[in-house]
Structure formats: structure tokens, C-alpha cells
């Protein structure tokens, strides 16, 4: 193994049993452990305003319920357009070089919240600033995912990948779980104690990165890998799935405190449990790899659209009935259901373009991996933008029928869309072999 300036490494050969057991593996668990760090510090940042919005009206902020809305939907969707950017960032600084600097650019929306949450005269579009800085939090996702996928053999990619994403999606649960003990400690509501707290962590991410992580010269998806995975159909199809399984467990995430403090006032208390949501949803997220593994990755991801179809339903009885602890139990469902599905969707990916490399003649298996990590970007970025459409749609909703009804509704009409798409690509195994022969063999 060769190594150059900047921590840089040639010849990196995860497949081969040798150099696995002799020099990467060690290499690639520290690299992984020190991307989680980074990525779980960005989820954090990313999903924070979704906590500070349900304490602003105790602190003498007059926000109405649409621009509260909107303190959710800027960051989501900033998150969501940098997804592919960033991937592109890999080549250019280094998974190392990477990990360091978008680390560190969180001190710019930390420290403005820190600012905007100290003096209720802060005018409404610095909070909206503030929020769309925040959003670079949530395009270190696609990089990382993207870059730690070059580290490990094509055997242990999915449980990499899996841990990497589940440990990352965690960073959601803590901020939301930490956050509001934080902010009371002391005399009074301390706001500011939000985003101060993440400060020495993101400096302590960065320098870590910095010190003890590697860059792969291999870890480059290229243009040429970019515009094959661009123009693939699977690409599209994925990212459509994607948007039902990661989208839904961003989207909730977002909204869930919020939703428990609007539509169960006299239940506001339980807001401070709402990161039982997308904590189990991250814990459930290398569930649904191994299940992929196991089962095949379109059977798990066909009933778990099912499954939270029938959550979404949950939900909707919940609140015509008025029943805080079937709603409460319904969106938790829903999160384990879309932990599953991002489990078990991000594990197809690397197989389909696998399979279809193998059946394509001089096709390599160093193409395939780069045009997987090229589609991992374009799926992550599409699929984070699902959760923008769940917050436009309970904020339209609410101002067109002054419920989330229609925006439930419309779910439960998409997740059975992701249920069909899934059966008419994945599993007609006679007319998917017909269709596209390079899927036809693969544990798809």
C-alpha cells in the first residue's frame, strides 16, 4: 500500500482476503468511526431548528404556524440540493479533507442561532438565514456514504454502509433528545445553550478528521460515472423509493415535536419524548440491510410501504379520534418502517449496479463501485428532498383544510405508489429478466 502528502492512499484493494486482513481492515474502521463523528454532529445541527421552533414562543418570538413551518422546510431543503455538490467535494479535498472542512463550516449556523435565540427583537429572515445554514449539515451524508464505500469489500459494504448511516441518523435522536435538558439548565429558558453546545464538539470532529483519517485516490466518482448513473434508469427508480423510506424518516423527524405540540396542547410535555422517533428509526436502519441481505432488498422494502401505509392510517384514526397515545404509537411505527426501508433500499443500490456491470462486456467491478456511488449521491439528494415535500404537505394542508388530513391521505396514495413501482421492477422475475437481464440474477 502506497501512501503520498495529505494522507492519501494508492492501491487500495478491499476485495482481496490478504491485504483485507493485513492492512485495510484497521484502516477502514478507523476511517469509518471518525466519519460517523462528523456525520452524526451534522444530522444534529441539520435537524436542530426542529427543537429551538417549539420553544420560541416561551422565549417571546411571535412566529406564526407557517412560518414555523418554514424555520423546517428551508433547512431540509438546503440539506437536501447539497447532497450531490458535496459528493462531488470527495474528489476534489479527500474524504479526509472533507470530513474536516464541512465539519467545521457548522460553527457559521451554530453560531448565528446562538445570536438569534438571545433577543426576541431578531427579525424573522435572520432566523430563516440561519435555518438554510443549517441545511449544510445535511448534505455531509451522500460524501460520507459515498466515500466510506470505497474502504470496505463488497461482503461487509452493506453492513458498513448501514452502521455508517444508522450511526449518522442518530445525530437527529440525540439533538432532540439533548437539547431540551440543555436549554433548562439554570435559571429560565437558555436557547442558547442550543447551538452553543455543539460548538467544541464540531472543532473536536474536525481535528479528528483531520489527524486521523485517509483519502482514497480511487474514492473518485467521476464525471463519466455520474452522467452513466444519471442517464440509468435504476437511478431514478431508486431515488423514487428513496424519497419514500429516507424522505419520510427526515420529513417526521422535522415535524414530529412540532405535530405533538399543535395537535395536543395539553400533551406538550411529550415533546421532549419525540426523538424516540428517529432514534428507533436509525436503530432500525441496519435492520433493514441485513434483511436485504437475507431476503432480498425489493421484498423488505415492498412490505415495509405496506406496513407504513398502514401507520399513516394509524394516524389518521388517531386524530379523528382525538387519541394522543395512538398517534404517538403510529409515528413511532412509521419511524421503525422507514429505518427498515433505508436499510434495505441503500442496500440494493451496489447490486444493481453490480449485476449490471457484470452483464455488460469489459465490464469492472471498479466502474461499478464508481457509478454506485455516483447514483449514491443523486439517491440521497432526491430522497432528502422527500422530507421537504412532507413538511410542504402538512403546511399546506393545514392552511387549506385546517388539518393534516389531506396531507395523510396523500401519503398513504404515495407509499402504495413506492409498493407498486417496487413489485413492477424488482419482483416480476420472469418480466424482469426480459426487461433489463443485467437485474435478473441479482439478490435484488
Not at 481535528?207 to 434508469?233: E, H, I
Request: aromatic residues 14%.
Amino acid at each position: 500500500m502506497n501512501r503520498h502528502g495529505g494522507r492519501w492512499i494508492d492501491d487500495w484493494e478491499p476485495d482481496d482476503p490478504a491485504f483485507w486482513r493485513r492492512t485495510g481492515r484497521p484502516i477502514a474502521v478507523r476511517n469509518l468511526a471518525l466519519s460517523i463523528l462528523a456525520e452524526n454532529l451534522g444530522f444534529s445541527v441539520w435537524i436542530l431548528m426542529s427543537v429551538v421552533v417549539t420553544y420560541l414562543g416561551q422565549a417571546g418570538f411571535r412566529f406564526d404556524v407557517t412560518q414555523t413551518f418554514w424555520l423546517l422546510i428551508v433547512p431540509n431543503l438546503v440539506g437536501a440540493a447539497l447532497r450531490i455538490p458535496y459528493t462531488f467535494a470527495v474528489p476534489r479535498f479527500g474524504g479526509r479533507g472533507f470530513t474536516a472542512v464541512s465539519a467545521l463550516v457548522l460553527l457559521v449556523p451554530t453560531g448565528m442561532l446562538a445570536v438569534a435565540v438571545s433577543d426576541p427583537r431578531t427579525p424573522y429572515w435572520f432566523f430563516l438565514l440561519t435555518a438554510a445554514l443549517m441545511g449544510l449539515g445535511g448534505g455531509n451524508f451522500s460524501a460520507s456514504m459515498a466515500n466510506i464505500s470505497f474502504f470496505f469489500p463488497e461482503s461487509r459494504k452493506g453492513v458498513a454502509l448501514g452502521i455508517n448511516a444508522a450511526a449518522g441518523n442518530l445525530g437527529v435522536a440525540v439533538a432532540q433528545l439533548v437539547v431540551p435538558v440543555v436549554i433548562h439548565l439554570g435559571t429560565g429558558l437558555q436557547l442558547a445553550y442550543a447551538a452553543l453546545m455543539w460548538m467544541p464538539l464540531l472543532i473536536v470532529a474536525a481535528a479528528a478528521a483531520w489527524l486521523r483519517m485517509d483519502s482514497l485516490t480511487s474514492a473518485k466518482p467521476d464525471g463519466v460515472s455520474y452522467r452513466l448513473a444519471v442517464r440509468a434508469r435504476q437511478t431514478w427508480v431508486m431515488s423514487f423509493l428513496y424519497i419514500g423510506t429516507f424522505g419520510s424518516f427526515i420529513g417526521f423527524s422535522f415535524t414530529f415535536p412540532l405535530l405533538v405540540q399543535q395537535e395536543f396542547a395539553g400533551r406538550a410535555g411529550w415533546v421532549g419524548l419525540a426523538f424516540l422517533g428517529p432514534l428507533i428509526g436509525s436503530l432500525s436502519r441496519p435492520l433493514g440491510g441485513w434483511l436485504a441481505d437475507r431476503l432480498g432488498g425489493a421484498r423488505v422494502t415492498l412490505w415495509t410501504f405496506a406496513a407504513m401505509a398502514a401507520g399513516v392510517a394509524g394516524v389518521l384514526v388517531s386524530l379523528r379520534e382525538a387519541t394522543f397515545w395512538l398517534f404517538f404509537g403510529a409515528f413511532i411505527w412509521l419511524f421503525v418502517l422507514a429505518g427498515l426501508g433505508n436499510g434495505a433500499t441503500y442496500r440494493m443500490i451496489p447490486l444493481i449496479f453490480s449485476a449490471q456491470e457484470r452483464a455488460r462486456p469489459g465490464g469492472s467491478v471498479r466502474a461499478a463501485r464508481r457509478q454506485a456511488a455516483a447514483a449514491v449521491g443523486i439517491v440521497g439528494a432526491v430522497g432528502a428532498a422527500g422530507g421537504v415535500l412532507i413538511n410542504l404537505g402538512f403546511t399546506f394542508s393545514r392552511q387549506a383544510a385546517g388539518t393534516l388530513g389531506p396531507a395523510l391521505a396523500a401519503f398513504l396514495l404515495f407509499y402504495a405508489a413506492c409498493m407498486a413501482i417496487t413489485w413492477w421492477y424488482y419482483l416480476r422475475t420472469a418480466l424482469a429478466a426480459e426487461r433489463s437481464p443485467s437485474l435478473a440474477h441479482a439478490k435484488v
